[in-house]
């Protein structure tokens, strides 16, 4: 059981970097078996369908963007227009790209409603959501969720424009983020 579950994290692994580099073009059985260097019988004995594999794989990724943010961003809770700049910045930066390319892949997926992205896109806002809300200085509340709500939907506005080709945009929105002030 051991070497098979090497073998299905080197699957994982082989299918994360696929995904970074080339979004949700690619992503039938076929493309994904061979971007793993198997063939799609084997990936489906690795996974119970494109849904679980869809899912694996880019559960692990987000997995590996919140690391990244975590071991980029002070632990200790800080005020929502500090978090907000801090991740913002870290989010626009080129190692963060591929990731922010990915999400906003998985979110017009979703807004499409084809399957699995709508569950994996809410997985993936309650986990940053989480992350966002846990990194504030502020009191858990109702309160504290609509500014992680707020934030989110900032920084990924941001990550827009980037992808989009409005890095002026990103870069004038980024520059005034430093004014902003919350109550």
């Given amino acids: 059981m051991r070497i098979r579950q090497e073998q299905r994290e080197r ?6 970097a696929h995904l970074l580099a080339t979004g949700l073009a690619q992503t039938s059985l ?14 489906l004995y690795y996974f119970r369908d494109k849904a ?14 919140a690391e990244g943010l975590d071991a980029a961003l002070p632990a200790e809770p800080m005020p929502p227009e500090r ?18 390319r990915l999400w906003l892949d998985i979110a017009a997926a979703a807004a499409r409603q084809e399957p699995p992205f709508p569950a994996i896109a809410s997985q993936i806002l309650d986990q940053f959501m989480a992350w966002l809300e846990a990194r504030m200085d502020r009191p858990a509340s109702a309160e504290r969720r609509q ?37």
Avoid: C, E, Y
């Fill in 11 to 16: 699957v994982i692994a082989a299918l994360s």
């Fill in 30 to 43: 076929r493309p994904l078996a061979a971007a793993a260097g198997i063939s799609d019988r084997m990936l």
């Fill in 52 to 65: 679980d594999v869809l899912g694996t794989v880019i559960g692990r990724i987000a997995d590996g963007f």
């Fill in 83 to 100: 978090l907000l700049v801090a991740a913002s910045l870290l989010v626009r930066s080129p190692a963060m790209q591929p990731s922010m």
């Fill in 147 to 183: 500014l992680a709500a707020l934030l989110l939907a900032v920084i990924d506005g941001l990550a827009l424009f980037d992808m989009a080709g409005g890095t002026a945009q990103a870069d004038a929105a980024t520059a005034a983020l430093a004014r902003l002030r919350f109550d």
